[in-house]
């Protein structure tokens, strides 16, 4: 069966290449950004004996950590359960101790290297993650396996496992949280209330209140969601998602396998490629079995060889690998007590001599061993290097047509350059049509359901005559029997009324071996501010022909002509020029401040100028009260700290008063203004604004952008975001 399942799946892909090419085509423009996206990555969960945990609670446990991850676009998808696992447990007692921890990393990674498509996350559940800790989970920056134990509920265990996620997606030491905070040297968010601190995933299990992820970490994650998992976008509103048109190859390595008296360095453990089909560069890493800092000194060579035509009768040799006609090399080179250097990597022809440099630098990144508690963990344990390399320079093309090659064997090893040694050496498959090759879940029209109403879909691509199961996020809303091709379809289900339709929701058609083919729903827009406010975060809004009130670095302000609302805009590109009116279409989301903003998939500068005038108010009526907030779905926009009257956060304003404080500096960036109403306003200085500590007790008219700000008390505090010099004014 499992035969005929893979001659059925190859013979659809030759079928569909043609076509599924030409389809492509020309669709995507550089530099776009989709209006909906959303990655599901597999997870296989293995329970190790004693781990005191059932199948089922460890599902819960994974959906739980499902709903946290959702913030950045990802859904978890368990594909396969292993129960009383021993892999690198040598005394099979479930009881990890430090010496089984590379074993249990090595023995993850190489399942997951047996799933259809190699990508996926490995959850091994123990008794004790790591004997001598009380941790109750870990994981290696960047590695795609984490150890965990059973917390005694389903939503704390889902926390470790969503936290130690993040750790998998690159929320390492010191990532960016937000504007004003760093994380610290083990990947912990600050010790301080609020979303950025104590309320954020990212704080260790001791004293963590909250599930937050912030844009910063959100954006970090995203960058991993090829390498990770199973990726839909929707690209135009006038269409339906799709399967990102995903290229992938990876292959793991023994750990210490290489040659004898060769430093740790030059041991390589994992090699990776990814790229998206019509996208003109490949994202590489080769992941080292050791750090640089081991060695006094380093002078070693890492190369990858592609077979770009496969086809081992042409090309040339290189080491063990024949028919190769390009080299990619990158050189470590370190000195006694000196830094190391990472030169410009080349690629050489190997048919005609050629060398050509990369266009960027490789660099080299770290990978710590991070938990969840508090203090524990941050120890650099193994290097990685990572390129970005032009198709062209390698023969493989930006696009695949019919009659290319969709298979590029690729050779990987290092050297040491001065006695030519081959330290370590290894191999990987490059599939240029892996998209293809993965299940399709297919959606019509332009994608948008309506609740409560059938949905059509179609399915392709799983197990022959077979039963599936169909959800909507975790919801089952179809089982069926797979025909004799492991289609089905078209047919229809019934979006459940409960849901909104604008937001994206996760499909998932999964069959009995646990591969399953996904898509997303496409969410409908809605068109005021208002409205745009009132939706829980990821919702979906189109505005149109608003009056750009502010800009503030890669940051502007919107607002209607009726001065009624007013909201954040972030990105992409470049901004618009204040005073001119612009469409955006983006999601709603909320900023560690409270802040609602929307993260723009597009912006549309209109040909029209208009005048933004601020709206005049005292002191007290600043910020204002919540509008249609809900706390437990975070929806609408919160007030200020005792705020009333009408909320204007995201409106440009204008008030007056005697500043009565200047922040003690050299160079000030705030001073407050009170006009005897109760309330005095900080006022922010940004890079086109300079305050003189001789304003102090000067009356003053303000104009600036009506927004807020966390206090040390984690208070919602009314602020001024003053735009030019010409935003003071004395009397």
Not at 34 to 53: D, E, H, M, R
Not at 287 to 296: D, K, N, Q
Not at 621 to 641: C, K, N, R, Y
Request: negative net charge; aromatic residues 6%.
């Amino acid at each position: 069966m499992k035969n005929e399942r893979r001659r059925s799946a190859a013979g659809l892909r030759s079928l569909i290449l043609a076509l599924a090419l030409v389809l492509a085509a020309g669709c995507i423009a550089a530099g776009q950004q989709p209006v909906a996206t959303g990655t599901q990555i597999p997870i296989i969960i293995n329970i190790y004996k004693n781990a005191g945990i059932s199948p089922a609670d460890a599902k819960a446990a994974i959906e739980e950590a499902s709903k946290i991850a959702a913030q950045a676009g990802y859904k978890l998808t368990v594909v396969k359960v292993n129960e009383n696992a021993t892999g690198g447990d040598a005394d099979e007692n479930g009881d990890i101790a430090p010496a089984e921890v590379e074993k249990v990393v090595k023995a993850g990674k190489d399942e997951i290297e047996k799933t259809p498509n190699k990508k996926g996350v490995k959850v091994s559940f123990t008794r004790t993650p790591l004997t001598g800790s009380t941790t109750p989970g870990w994981t290696y920056h960047d590695k795609p396996v984490m150890v965990v134990k059973n917390r005694g509920s389903s939503e704390a265990t889902g926390q470790t496992i969503a936290h130690e996620l993040g750790h998998i997606l690159t929320l390492g030491p010191r990532h960016k949280v937000d504007n004003r905070t760093d994380a610290d040297g083990v990947g912990h968010t600050p010790n301080r209330a609020g979303d950025s601190g104590n309320g954020n995933i990212m704080a260790p299990s001791n004293r963590r209140n909250g599930t937050k992820l912030t844009q910063d970490q959100i954006d970090e994650m995203k960058k991993k969601r090829f390498e990770r998992g199973k990726c839909a976008s929707q690209w135009d509103r006038a269409y339906g998602a799709s399967k990102d048109k995903h290229q992938h190859g990876v292959r793991t390595d023994d750990l210490g396998d290489q040659a004898a008296g060769s430093p740790a360095h030059a041991d390589i453990t994992t090699a990776t490629l990814n790229g998206i089909n019509g996208d003109p560069v490949i994202w590489g890493q080769i992941a080292l079995g050791g750090t640089f800092a081991e060695s006094s000194t380093v002078n070693t060579r890492y190369v990858m060889v592609f077979n770009s035509d496969n086809d081992t009768s042409t090309g040339s040799i290189y080491g063990p690998f024949e028919g190769v006609e390009y080299a990619l090399q990158i050189r470590a080179l370190k000195f006694e007590s000196g830094e190391l250097m990472i030169f410009p990597a080349n690629v050489t022809n190997l048919m005609d001599g050629e060398v050509v440099p990369l266009p960027e630098k490789p660099t080299v990144t770290n990978a710590e061993w991070l938990t969840d508690t508090e203090g524990l963990g941050g120890q650099t344990v193994y290097n990685y290097i990572n390129f970005t390399l032009p198709k062209e320079m390698v023969g493989i093309p930006v696009g695949i047509e019919t009659g290319d090659a969709t298979e590029v064997p690729v050779g990987v090893l290092s050297e040491e350059v001065v006695s030519g040694i081959v330290a370590d050496e290894s191999s990987l498959v490059f599939n240029l049509d892996q998209w293809l090759r993965d299940p399709t879940l297919e959606t019509f029209g332009n994608g948008v359901p309506t609740p409560g109403q059938p949905y059509p879909f179609a399915i392709s691509g799983l197990q022959p005559n077979d039963i599936f199961n169909l959800y909507v996020d975790e919801t089952l809303v179809k089982t069926g029997v797979l025909d004799e091709t492991g289609g089905f379809g078209p047919r229809q289900f019934i979006f459940p009324s409960d849901l909104s339709n604008n937001h994206m929701h996760f499909l998932t058609a999964q069959d009995s071996t646990g591969e399953f083919a996904y898509n997303i729903t496409c969410p409908e827009p809605v068109t005021t501010v208002a409205e745009a406010k009132s939706l829980s975060d990821q919702g979906l809004c189109s505005l149109d022909s608003l009056g750009v009130s502010a800009a503030f670095g890669d940051i502007f302000y919107v607002q209607t002509d009726d001065r009624s609302s007013g909201i954040a805009v972030y990105g992409p590109g470049s901004v618009p020029p204040t005073g001119l009116r612009t469409n955006v279409l983006g999601v709603i989301r909320t900023n560690s401040d409270g802040e609602r903003y929307i993260e723009a998939s597009a912006v549309e500068p209109v040909d029209e100028d208009v005048m933004t005038q601020p709206l005049g108010m005292n002191n007290r009526a600043i910020g204002g009260g919540d509008l249609f907030f809900d706390p437990i779905t975070e929806s609408g926009q919160m007030g200020v700290t005792d705020g009333s009257g009408l909320n204007n956060i995201g409106l440009l304003v204008r008030t007056a008063g005697r500043i009565v404080d200047v922040e003690d500096d050299v160079s000030p960036t705030w001073f407050r203004i009170d006009d005897g109403s109760g309330r005095s306003i900080k006022c922010l200085a940004t890079a086109d604004v300079s305050i003189d500590p001789t304003w102090l007790d000067r009356m003053a008219v303000v104009t600036g952008v009506s927004s807020m700000e966390r206090n040390e008390d984690n208070e919602a505090c009314s602020v001024i975001r003053l735009r030019s010099q010409n935003d003071v004014l004395f009397l």
